[in-house]
DNA sequence: GTTACTGCAAAGCTTTTGCATCCCT
DNA sequence: AGGGATGCAAAAGCTTTGCAGTAAC
C-alpha cells in the first residue's frame, strides 16, 4: 500500500479494498464485479467511487482498462506484456504469455507513435466449446 | 448485392443503403456513422434498421463489430486478416497488415477452441502527436 | 398473401456527473 | 483546517426491444 501513497493517492478504506480485492486478481473483473465484491465488506460502498478509483488508477498506470467485451469494460491489474484468450460465449478472459516480439516495424506505423500492443484471440473456453 | 441475396437476406432500399456505404470502407464507422451517412440519401432510415442491419450481418460474417473503442462498437467490412493501429486520442482506426502468423502454440491454448485473433497497436495518430 | 422488415418511442445498461457531506492528511 | 473523496440520485450515451404498419418475395 506504500507504494499508493507514493503516488500521490490519498487512502481512504474504499480505496484500500478496491486495491486489495484488485491485488493479484486475474479475472479481469467488470466495474460491477468489483462493486459486488468490496460492497460486502464495505456496504456504503457506491458505484460511483469504483468508477472514480478504477480511473485515477488507470491514469496512473496501475491498472490497464480493456475494451475486449463488447457488453462492459473490463479491468486488468496485471500491466505486464501478455495476451488474451477470450471467451465469446460466456465473456471469460485468460492470461497467456505473449508468443512474438512486440515490435512493429517503421514502415507499417504509419507515423504513429505506438504505444501498447494487445494482441486477443476470441473463441470457446474448454466449458463452453462442449455444448 | 447478389452474394447478399444468396445468403437469404431480403433486400430493402435501407439494407441496400448500408451495404454500399460499407463496401469498400477503411474508415470503421460506428452505428451513428452509418446512420447520418445512409439518413443523407433515406431519410426515413432509423437506428434501429442500422442496428437490425449490422446484427444480420454479423451472424453472416460479412461484417466484423470491432470493440476497440472504449465508447461505442465500430464496424469492419474487411473480414480478412489484418491489425489495427488505433490513436488513443482521435480514435481514428487504420488497417495494417498482420505482421506475424496467426498460429498460437497447442500449448498457450489452454484448451480454447480459437477463431479468431485481433492485433491492436495503440498510440497517437501523426496528427493527434503534434500537439 | 405471407413473412419479414421498418420506424418510432420507450426501455435497458453501463458509465458519468453534480452536489452536499464527510474524512484523510 | 482544508482539500479532496464519498455517496446518492439524476443524467447521459449507446444499444436493444415491442409493436403497429408496411413492403419484399
Known amino acids: 500500500m506504500e507504494k499508493y501513497r507514493r503516488i500521490g493517492l490519498k487512502l481512504t478504506p474504499q480505496r484500500l479494498a478496491v486495491l486489495h480485492y484488485l491485488e493479484g486478481n486475474k479475472d479481469h473483473p467488470s466495474a460491477e464485479d468489483i462493486y459486488r465484491a468490496v460492497h460486502k465488506k464495505l456496504p456504503t460502498m457506491s458505484f460511483a467511487t469504483v468508477y472514480n478509483t478504477l480511473s485515477i488508477l ?40 505473449s508468443t512474438f516480439r512486440f515490435d ?25 466449446k462442449k455444448r
Request: net charge negative.
Open 58 to 97: 488507470k491514469e496512473k498506470g496501475s491498472v490497464l482498462e480493456l475494451t475486449v467485451d463488447p457488453d462492459k469494460k473490463r479491468y486488468d491489474p496485471d500491466t505486464g506484456q501478455h495476451d488474451h484468450l477470450i471467451c465469446i460465449s460466456c465473456k471469460r478472459i485468460v492470461d497467456i504469455p
Open 104 to 128: 512493429l516495424p517503421d514502415s507499417a506505423k504509419r507515423n504513429f507513435a505506438v504505444i501498447q500492443r494487445h494482441v486477443e484471440y476470441y473463441g470457446f473456453c474448454p466449458e463452453c
